[in-house]
């Protein structure tokens, strides 16, 4: 059974640090790996999907890695901005096209 | 790319009462999926919706409490049966459009309360 772990769960940093959200998780027979943007009330935003051939999607400041094999993915966020506050998460899609997510890590940008 | 309209966007219920939320697509998409995020909790898939026939439905969760129809390939209800406060949760509905290269869309969610 596929679990998917996001870590830290909430980060908080000043306006124009680079970050990066981590996400695992244990089955590596993945399809693809995809980050969301979750807003409050807004449900949530697809950021970058990573087939399981690749190894980076890259969108504006957002840059997402994927390590089969480790079982990880990162999500880069260059020169943060406060609009980038939100609640960030990961899931891993298998063949079946189900998405298995992680809880999320919630980030503050303080101006 | 496929625009999900989710409604209601919240609701307060009483203990034992159902709630059917409405999720419209506005594309045809091949697949519709109902997600349930508790408090605190990432999103858990309840059921995954077919078109012209019955729902499949995750571990743990059962037709009788979250029955689902989808009488099209833009158009979905989650019915919540007989509600507790332990229901008390976001619920989401997404798609997978059918030219969208497995990006799943969603709705902006239905905030669910029971009293």
């Known amino acids: 059974k596929q679990e998917v772990t996001q870590i830290p769960a909430a980060l908080s940093v000043p306006e124009g640090e680079n970050l990066v959200l981590n996400c695992s998780f244990t089955?590596?027979?993945?399809?693809?790996l995809q980050w969301f943007r979750q807003d409050p009330g807004k449900g949530l935003t697809s950021l970058l999907l990573i087939q399981s051939s690749q190894r980076e999607q890259t969108s504006g400041r957002l840059n997402a890695s994927l390590d089969k094999s480790s079982g990880r993915s990162t999500l880069y966020i260059a020169a943060s901005q406060p609009g980038d506050s939100a609640t960030y998460l990961c899931?891993?899609?298998?063949?079946?096209?189900?998405?298995?997510f992680g809880k999320g890590t919630k980030l503050t940008v303080n101006p | 790319s496929a625009v999900i309209s989710q409604k209601p966007s919240r609701d307060i219920c009483q203990r034992g009462t159902s709630l059917t939320i409405q999720c419209q697509v506005d594309s045809q998409v091949t697949m519709m999926f109902w997600y349930r995020q508790q408090p605190g909790q990432s999103l858990t898939l309840i059921a995954t919706a077919n078109q012209g026939s019955e729902a499949t439905y995750e571990s743990g969760f059962v037709i009788d409490k979250f029955p689902i129809s989808r009488p099209n390939l833009t158009f979905s209800t989650l019915t919540v049966s007989n509600m507790s406060p332990e229901d008390s949760s976001i619920y989401l509905c997404s798609a997978l459009p059918i030219a969208g290269g497995n990006i799943q869309y969603f709705g902006a969610g239905t905030r669910l309360s029971v009293l």
């Open positions: 089955d590596s027979a993945i399809y693809n």
């Open positions: 899931a891993a899609q298998g063949g079946s096209e189900k998405l298995v």
